[in-house]
Every structure is written in structure tokens, then in C-alpha cells.
């Protein structure tokens, strides 16, 4: 394992360069605070909120054409145990192939298709995931 040296910066332009950095990263933490704040009051606001879905994208505009979109998520993780199991060897190769990656990963996207297209089958298939709330991202587009 390599040692890790702690090298003096010189007293030149690299000085106040490093020291401009050191400063913007403790006001960048404090932003970030600020920031994931103000997205926690702004997703439980009731005007916001009641517009909001479990899984999707949601756009609000807000003045002179700025906009804020909300992406909600919900994550799916898959249960090892169980995808160990008869249960999972019960379940058609296509299935398993087609809705999951080894590492076992959720394929979203097929997962989707399948409970549109297969009901009974993705009931079977839920117990070899679990679900639950991700983080909602937000991204501000500001007007020109």
C-alpha cells in the first residue's frame, strides 16, 4: 500500500489558488445543504406534492422561463436469498433472463413490460425484488 505524503503547497499563486479551492469546497457543503433542504420543502409542499407521482417525471414551470423538473424514483433491489431458490429455478428461463442480470439486477425496463403483458407471472416475479423510495432529483433549466 502506498504512503500517502502531505506535500506544503508553495507560497506563490498556488497558495491562493489552493486556498480559493479549500474555501469554495466548505461553501459548496453548505450549499448542498441549503440546497437538499429547500428539494425536501419543495417536494412536501402540498402544491407541489399533490402533483408528484410514485415513479415518473414531472415538470413545473416556475417565472420568467425557468423550469423545475421532478423525476421520482423508486429502486428495485434483488433479493439474493431468494433468487437462490426453487422458487427462482421454478420460474421460465426467459423470465430470468430477460427481466434479470447476473449479478442479479433488475431489468427495469423488461419488468415493466412483463407486468403489462404478464400479470400472474409478475406476481411470481415480485418476490425476487424488493422496492423501495429513491431519492427524487431535481434539475433547474434557468432562462436565458
Do not use: Y
Given at each position: 500500500?502506498?504512503?500517502?505524503v ?8 498556488a497558495?491562493?489558488i489552493?486556498?480559493a ?8 457543503a453548505?450549499a448542498?445543504?441549503?440546497r ?5 420543502k ?8 399533490k ?20 423525476a421520482?424514483?423508486?429502486?428495485r ?9 426453487d422458487?427462482?429455478?421454478s420460474?421460465?428461463i ?10 442479479a ?5 423488461n419488468l415493466r413490460?412483463?407486468e ?6 409478475f406476481r411470481k ?5 424488493t422496492?423501495?423510495a429513491g ?8 432562462s436565458?
Amino acid at each position: 500500500m502506498a504512503k500517502s505524503v502531505k506535500h506544503e503547497i508553495p507560497k506563490n499563486g498556488a497558495q491562493k489558488i489552493a486556498t480559493a479551492l479549500v474555501a469554495a469546497k466548505k461553501a459548496e457543503a453548505v450549499a448542498k445543504g441549503v440546497r437538499m433542504d429547500l428539494e425536501d420543502k419543495l417536494l412536501a409542499h402540498p402544491s407541489i406534492k399533490k402533483h408528484l407521482t410514485i415513479e415518473g417525471t414531472v415538470n413545473f414551470a416556475v417565472k420568467d422561463g425557468d423550469a423545475i423538473k421532478v423525476a421520482c424514483k423508486l429502486n428495485r433491489n434483488v433479493d439474493q436469498d431468494m433468487a437462490k431458490g426453487d422458487e427462482w429455478s421454478s420460474l421460465p428461463i426467459e423470465i430470468r433472463e430477460t427481466c434479470f442480470r447476473w449479478k442479479a439486477e433488475v431489468v427495469l425496463s423488461n419488468l415493466r413490460a412483463l407486468e403489462k403483458m404478464d400479470v400472474k407471472t409478475f406476481r411470481k416475479v415480485q418476490k425476487f425484488f424488493t422496492t423501495t423510495a429513491g431519492r427524487s432529483t431535481i434539475s433547474v433549466t434557468a432562462s436565458q
